[in-house]
């Protein structure tokens, strides 16, 4: 029997002060016989032997009371399964490696996996003769029956062990294990120093009998910096990568790779801190699937991540008239199409009657000019609302057909439009608007005498119950003439008027013309544009984009051996990092990335020590091994059925003395 508390046994010394206190009641001193006192209580002889006896009861089950509470604090328990034991009494060994993404951590010679195997393959070549060993990886399937192999096949097996980027679960693993399990069986788990709290417990949940269980941590010494990278942020022209620094101050160059070829942006990245990095790609970056990587440090699979880069000749803007006239040279649309293409931006116009509208068309659109819709059906509102949300841009020319909208329509919920209409003599101008718009400079260029005689006859007066709406234009009668309404990612850019022939000389204005290519610069999308896919976590089910079908199939990474067919929901198991393209009819297109979760990455440098070996303890503290038996619940019932008998005896002798 061993002790996990040694250090408690020296309180077995009270147990001696209950015996102390019995003795004290004997006091040596000469005898005499007086025959009066005889013949009086000769006949209670026999009762005073035995109050005698139960306080001599009494005071040995104290003795013993208090020596099993002392030996339960000391938490004792059988077997000793320490790194100084040899396995000639355990012909049987199993190795238990863990193969988990922190393991790929590296001190620039090897990895903390390629450790491991050295440590596994030493201990293989410990067994006696007639030993056997099986090499189990974790994570990894579990085998239905425990492969004993000779140690010639279990060596060779052991350096066929891959790196895996699961979560390694010894708990689980073992308790399916452990009814295979043959007595003398030596249990042996290799792994780094980030065991988790939940694996600890469920270790301690498991007992083995009859054998030994072993911890041994690889902890290599790391280089200076360990670097990963958390995420990316598409901007206007470029991209801002976050990398996170979890070792000592580091610099380096961060690679952006399309296709074939590679530029470099330098970094600083103070120790401890997350550093934004700006990548702004020169023309002659070809548009792909590119990768964005650090240099190689501590752990290399935080260090990539994926985008896909597109470049466009040309941006798409699908202008719907909700006019009866959409296809006359009068119409609302023609005066907007005319103004876009004579900004001499890089936009293709398509004009479409309402009727013909459909949100497949509107897939296509880089920016989508609503003028005077009608009311539309709410599927179609909904799907126009996740156009802004995502990131869309909006232009809504409001006229006497967007007042029949309902107020619970989803574009704009709860907004109210009430019509405006005045004479030829006396029409609407604008009079005022905001000088800190950076978008209206053309309007402080111009002039307050120009401006006062861009006139409306009919417009609507706007009531959006949006605090985040900013009303930049208003009429003469204060009703707003352009607002700019933020939703999502997105916004909708308002205008409380619609561009006819017969209102006025608003379309016909020169002003009209400038308005529209100030818009039109500050709300296209840029010609490169960087598409992120979404990121999911190795072991967990992920939905690609765009929507997959049965007839879609994707390639994992770099491998196009692999391929993995979407399920009926449209998920993807995700097995490995990197990224996941689809392979369409379009051509290849990134549908998602694999990433190691972050419990898995090293949080900071440990210092440089030999392999370290615990005798069981997955914690690292002392050495106590979860799977022997734990003697200490025993002790404690002890303690309990001996209280219960000292209460007894106790009683017993009050009873006796009456």
């Known amino acids: 029997m061993s002790f996990d508390r040694p250090e408690y046994l020296l309180a077995l010394i009270l147990a001696v002060f209950p015996a102390a206190m019995a003795l004290s009641h004997y006091v040596r001193s000469r005898r005499a016989s007086f025959p009066a006192v005889w013949f009086l209580f000769g006949r209670d002889r026999k009762p005073l032997a035995r109050l005698r006896l139960r306080q001599l009861l009494t005071t040995l089950v104290r003795v013993g009371l208090l020596s099993a509470i002392v030996l339960a604090f000391s938490e004792p328990h059988s077997g000793l399964g320490g790194p100084s034991v040899g396995l000639e009494s355990a012909p049987r060994l199993l190795l238990l490696v863990d193969v988990s993404a922190s393991m790929a951590t590296s001190d620039g010679t090897a990895t903390m996996l390629e450790e491991a195997q050295r440590i596994a393959a030493e201990r293989i070549g410990e067994l006696p003769d007639k030993g056997r060993a099986a090499v189990i990886e974790c994570p990894g399937p579990a085998p239905r029956r425990i492969p004993w192999l000779t140690r010639p096949t279990a060596l060779r097996f052991l350096d066929n062990v891959s790196q895996g980027f699961g979560q390694c679960q010894p708990g689980r693993v073992l308790a399916d294990l452990l009814p295979q399990l043959p007595p003398r069986t030596h249990v042996l788990w290799l792994t780094d120093l980030a065991a988790a709290p939940e694996e600890v417990a469920a270790l301690s949940r498991l007992s083995l009998p009859s054998g030994r269980f072993e911890t041994i941590r690889v902890s290599p010494e790391p280089p200076a910096a360990n670097l990963a990278l958390v995420e990316l942020e598409p901007q206007r022209n470029g991209m801002t990568a976050l990398v996170a620094n979890f070792g000592g101050d580091a610099s380096g160059e961060l690679a952006l790779t399309c296709t074939d070829r590679t530029e470099t942006f330098r970094f600083e990245a103070p120790a401890g801190r997350i550093s934004a990095v700006a990548m702004v790609p020169s023309d002659l970056m070809p548009a792909g699937i590119c990768s964005v990587s650090l240099p190689p440090d501590a752990l290399e699979v935080d260090n990539t991540l994926w985008v896909e880069f597109q470049r466009r000749d040309r941006l ?37 009657s309402q009727p013909e509208f459909s949100f497949d068309t509107a897939k296509v659109a880089d920016m989508l000019v609503l003028v005077d819709p009608q009311p539309m059906p709410s599927y179609l509102e909904q799907r126009l609302a996740e156009f802004v949300r995502g990131g869309g841009r909006l232009w809504l020319f409001a006229g006497s057909q967007t007042a029949r909208w309902n107020p619970d329509n989803q574009l704009l919920p709860g907004a109210l439009f009430r019509p405006c209409v005045a004479v030829t003599e006396h029409p609407f101008l604008v009079g005022w608007y905001d000088r800190a718009e950076p978008t209206l400079d053309f309007l402080r260029q111009a002039g307050d005498s120009l401006i006062g005689t861009w006139t409306s006859l009919r ?25 700019r309404i933020p939703s999502g990612k997105g916004e909708i850019l308002l205008w409380s008027l619609v561009p006819e022939a017969d209102n006025g000389d608003f379309a016909y204005h020169p002003l009209f013309p400038l308005a529209v290519t100030a818009f039109l610069k500050e709300a296209l999308p840029p010609s490169q544009a960087w598409r992120l896919p979404p990121s999911c976590g190795i072991g967990k089910k992920c939905r690609p984009l765009p929507p997959s079908d049965s007839a879609r199939r994707y390639e994992a990474g770099d491998a196009p051996e692999i391929f993995l067919n979407a399920t009926a929901a449209g998920e993807i198991q995700c097995i490995r990092p990197g990224p996941y393209v689809s392979v369409g009819k379009a051509g290849r297109e990134l549908a998602f990335s694999c990433r190691v979760p972050d419990t898995e990455f090293i949080s900071a440098p440990v210092p440089a020590a030999a392999p370290t070996v615990a005798a069981g303890d997955p914690s690292g503290g002392t050495a106590r091994n979860p799977l022997h038996r734990r003697h200490g619940p025993l002790f404690l019932l002890v303690a309990m059925g001996l209280v219960l008998l000292e209460s007894w005896l106790v009683g017993g002798r009050r009873f006796a003395a009456r």
């Open 459 to 483: 417009h609507v007066a706007p009531a959006v119950p949006s605090r985040s709406a900013r009303v930049l234009a208003r009429f003469g009668d204060q009703v707003p003439a352009l607002l």
């Open 316 to 352: 798409n803007v699908v202008l719907v008239d909700g006019s009866p006239a959409a296809g006359t040279a009068l119409s609302p649309s023609f005066f907007l199409a005319a103004a876009m293409k004579s900004s001499g931006e890089p936009v293709a116009t398509f004009r479409l």
